[in-house]
């Protein structure tokens, strides 16, 4: 790597890249730039500003995302129903792209030759930010401090923190990690190894346990335009004022927890809980609106797609020709996606009891049981017998072997 003249790092404030601010400056002798996004994480940003100046930031950048993150990154992939391994509704490798984004933007701004991040040799985090890197500024130097520093352990940064006056806090250190934005939270590593083990009931920080939620379902409406969810019992909203009030319906209602065994991009296996409740309320009732308004074929292709496409974004992909093509072809799907679907929140479930569309496929006189006059029901025999003729001449065949 040739000689690094200026770093941004992505920078939370946290211990870890608190420690990696001032060990780029001293490992690098050049200006380090501070930058955090706000996607919808709780924090105190004046003091997130404040630390990064007193450990030696040349200068500090705390953007709010969020608008951009639900309607240009959130969105998009829910008008996929996108879902890894069946499970995990990919609230932090959504986030990674655009974070890492503006990262890339910030750098131009500051003349910057270099970037950095706080992700370990372990995890996917790497392999998302740095793949997003390169996409958008193939000649950006990357340094990811985990993989080369000998502060590897929790002791060794804490003496680096020490050492060089950054501060530490003195409170018992949770034995968990916890990763925060307006989609969801997760909660990896600590206590969660033991994959045999549950979860402790005050480790969840924002949806209510099923005990706790009320004793009388919560009815909502969502109206949709082209895929997008666009209004509330009626109330149009934007991207991120939907997913924020839905946010509290699905926190209050016990939605949107789940505790599940992933499989990483680097080839381990990981146990991770989620905390997901706006999300899931949101592509249950897509999924729903979708169920009247999608010709059958067109789904069975693009379902047939979604497994690949949420690989895409699990594995850090957003800005890959690949994962742009399949966003084409599912925003082409989503043309007729309009109306309402009405859902029952209780308990931690969402239920639709609802759906109506001004594009709706579904036809009553069609799929009556009463009498019709639309469908012959005489015509189901040649159609059988001709689905059924390839399996006749196989038993024949059979029969004569």
């Not at 930031?57 to 969020?66: E, G, R, Y």
């Not at 909660?187 to 480790?203: K, V």
């Not at 991770?272 to 059958?296: F, Q």
């Not at 009498?371 to 159609?383: L, R, W």
Request: aromatic share 8%; glycine share 6%.
């Amino acid at each position: 790597m040739a000689e690094i003249k200026k770093i941004v790092l992505a920078y939370s404030g946290g211990l870890d890249t608190s420690v990696i601010l001032k060990w780029l400056q001293v490992h690098y002798k050049c200006p380090v730039v501070a930058y955090a996004a706000d996607i919808g994480q709780d924090e105190d940003w004046n003091a997130v500003r404040q630390k990064a100046i007193e450990t030696g930031a040349s200068s500090v950048h705390i953007l709010d995302l969020k608008d951009e993150f639900a309607s240009d990154f959130i969105f998009p992939m829910l008008r996929a129903n996108a879902i890894y391994e069946g499970t995990y509704l990919l609230g932090t490798s959504i986030a990674r792209p655009l974070i890492a984004k503006e990262q890339i933007k910030i750098a131009a701004e500051e003349g910057a030759d270099t970037v950095s991040h706080g992700a370990t040799g372990k995890g996917n985090d790497q392999v998302r930010f740095e793949l997003t890197y390169m996409a958008l500024n193939p000649e950006i130097n990357i340094i990811a401090p985990w993989r080369i520093w000998d502060l590897n352990s929790r002791a060794k940064l804490i003496d680096f923190a020490n050492e060089h006056g950054i501060p530490v806090p003195v409170t018992k250190k949770k034995p968990y990690s916890m990763d925060a934005n307006m989609l969801h939270i997760s909660y990896e590593g600590g206590i969660l190894e033991d994959p045999w083990a549950e979860p402790p009931e005050d480790m969840f920080t924002w949806t209510k346990d099923l005990e706790d939620t009320p004793d009388r379902p919560t009815y909502v409406e969502i109206t949709f335009e082209k895929g997008d969810a666009v209004a509330l019992d009626d109330q149009p909203m934007s991207p991120a004022q939907i997913l924020t009030a839905l946010n509290e319906i699905g926190a209050e209602n016990g939605v949107g927890r789940v505790d599940l065994v992933e499989n990483r991009f680097v080839g381990m296996k990981s146990r991770g809980v989620y905390e997901t409740p706006g999300g899931t309320i949101l592509r249950t009732a897509h999924m729903a609106m979708e169920s009247i308004t999608l010709d059958r074929e067109v789904v069975h292709i693009r379902d047939g797609l979604v497994p690949k496409y949420a690989e895409l974004i699990y594995y850090g992909f957003w800005f890959a020709p690949e994962r742009q093509m399949l966003q084409v072809m599912i925003d082409k799907t989503q043309e007729n996606v309009n109306g309402t679907v009405r859902l029952k929140i209780y308990k931690g479930n969402c239920i639709v009891v609802g759906r109506k569309s001004p594009n709706s496929l579904y036809r009553p006189d069609f799929a009556t049981f009463e009498e019709d006059k639309v469908y012959s029901q005489k015509d189901a025999e040649g159609f059988i017998r001709l689905q059924g003729l390839r399996l006749k001449i196989k038993a024949l065949l059979e029969e004569q072997s």
